[in-house]
């Protein structure tokens, strides 16, 4: 019988119990997205827990929509988590990313100016944390079609970054009403084309 601190091999990574922590948002990150020593020394304090799964990061500028959470779409960024990953390693543990891309559940305060997007253009429930306050979601714009796989392409940059910046893994965060999610849900999703619609479609 196996107990929760026996050795487990998840694929090819060798873990040396079945204890993981889950991914936890702590937008602790550089206001560019860059891991900071903060971050470092949070994960590297959980690193003998087993397997550790980082908080939510943004595969694209695109994806940004918490406030200070970490990205994984340029190179300062790369380079910070590395320094995440390598103090992990050293530590014993083992750490994947979960990386994510926030679609509607963003405001355009956090972009730029540009709306946040979506399947559809309905606004996620509730509001929103800025550093000014709590604001109203917005009405995201509708994604383009020929939009989307630029935006499945950028979680493959991600998670070519990830195993450049040192991961043992990638997770994609694909629920709890971010992008892809969204595109599951006909609260959000009221496409009529190849993304949306009925089963046939």
Not at 33 to 61: H, K, N
Request: charge should be negative; glycine fraction near 12%; proline fraction near 7%.
């Amino acid at each position: 019988m196996t107990n929760l601190f026996t050795p487990f091999e998840l694929g090819e990574l060798a873990l040396p119990n079945r204890i993981v922590m889950s991914a936890m948002t702590r937008t602790r990150a550089g206001e560019d997205g860059v891991p900071t020593q903060l971050m470092r020394d949070y994960y590297v304090q959980r690193a003998s827990a087993g397997l550790i799964v980082t908080e939510c990061t943004q595969v694209s500028d695109q994806g940004h929509g918490i406030i200070r959470c970490p990205g994984l779409h340029r190179d300062d960024q790369v380079d910070g988590w590395r320094k995440v990953t390598d103090a992990v390693h050293a530590a014993g543990g083992r750490i994947i990313c979960q990386i994510w891309h926030c679609g509607r559940v963003a405001h355009p305060d956090m972009r730029g100016g540009e709306p946040p997007i979506a399947p559809s253009p309905i606004p996620a429930a509730g509001d929103f944390f800025l550093p000014s306050g709590r604001v109203e979601f917005p009405v995201p714009r509708d994604l383009r079609l020929d939009e989307i796989p630029g935006i499945v392409a950028s979680f493959a940059t991600a998670t070519r970054n990830a195993r450049a910046a040192g991961f043992d893994g990638v997770e994609l965060h694909g629920a709890n009403g971010y992008l892809q999610d969204q595109f599951l849900q006909d609260g959000s999703n009221h496409r009529r084309d190849a993304y949306g619609g009925s089963v046939e479609n």
